[in-house]
């Protein structure tokens, strides 16, 4: 089993929907949560980063983590074609590097 | 500019071969990562370099693949007798803060490698 499990889609939606992307996870060591956006052909580039459980808001993004259930949420509101890309969770315990889930591909379609 | 550099972008090699894979990190930043991805996977780790030193090596997948860093700058991957489970996108990341709990990480757009 993986320790950062991600539903790989794809996942298409109209402009304008809400979208929500999760992962779940095993190992509670982990203690910092990110997601990240990579467009065809380009490396990931960080969209939000949170420490605690709870919500953390930036613009139509809200990154959403409950330690209790191992489970984190990304929340997409008013999405934008230019949204289309591959969504990846990460996360780290004390080590430094990241463990990441597989990615889910999102289509926003105008 | 800008950003992390990744040389080649693309490389095709025949099995057996060995390969060099270059990252130009960003200027002045101390950390710098080595991650794979392969087909539908999420990114696996491989090395981390701290200045010149590379405390971690336990992602390497084997005694084929070795990593250096030299002057706190550019990077060098290489992976000798080259096999077909190796071909996937290799990327490179550089931070400018070490060991910060909200160290960010800014990526390179990777070099896609192909064993035949």
Redesign the interface.
Known sequence: QKEVEQDPGPLSVPEGAIVSLNCTYSNSAFQYFMWYRQYSRKGPELLMYTYSSGNKEDGRFTAQVDKSSKYISLFIRDSQPSDSATYLCAMRGSARQLTFGSGTQLTVLP | GAG?SQSPSNKVTEKGKDVELRCDPISGHT?L?W?RQSL??????LI?FQGNSA??KS?LPSDRFSAERTGGSVSTLTIQRTQQEDSAVY?C?SSPRW?A??E???????TQLSVL
């Open positions: 992390v950390a990562y991650y539908g996977q999420g990114l696996e780790f981390y405390p971690d992602g990327l990341a060991a709990t909200n960010k990480l800014f990526f390179g757009s990777g």
